[in-house]
Nanobody
Framework: QVQLVESGGGLVQPGGSLRLSCAASGSIFSINVMGWYRQAPGKQREWVAT???????NYADSVKGRFTISRDNAKNTVYLQMNSLKPEDTAVYYC?????????WGQGTQVTVSS
């Protein structure tokens, strides 16, 4: 069973950048669509971005133009480059397949945007 481990979160000032990584313990090539999700305090988890094996991407309107999702199947890793961060981006960020599988949810990585 492939396990997904997120990393790269932290505390950043508004307008700053972070790059999140999602490392898989096995091959992700068989997972056509990989995605990033986030859950802010007191809110439901929401979809952020997805990418197919062919490199097609989709983004939530709230992050479009600021976030970039990518994947490196050779390294079994999915990335999320986050630029122009806003306080409302504060959340725990998770990666998963799309649609999400319950067994892929990991601990996530905390992103806090604050001055």
């Amino acid at each position: 069973q492939v396990q997904l481990v997120e990393s790269g979160g932290g505390l950043v000032q508004p307008g700053g950048s972070l790059r999140l990584s999602c490392a898989a313990s096995g091959s992700i090539f068989s997972i056509n669509v990989m995605g990033w999700y986030r859950q802010a305090p007191g809110k439901q988890r929401e979809w952020v971005a997805t990418i197919t094996n062919g490199g097609n991407t989709n983004y939530a309107d709230s992050v479009k133009g600021r976030f970039t999702i990518s994947r490196d199947n050779a390294k079994n890793t999915v990335y999320l480059q986050m630029n122009s961060l806003k306080p409302e981006d504060t959340a725990v960020y998770y990666c998963n397949a799309e649609p999400p599988r319950s067994w892929y949810w990991g601990q996530g990585t905390q992103v806090t945007v604050s001055s």
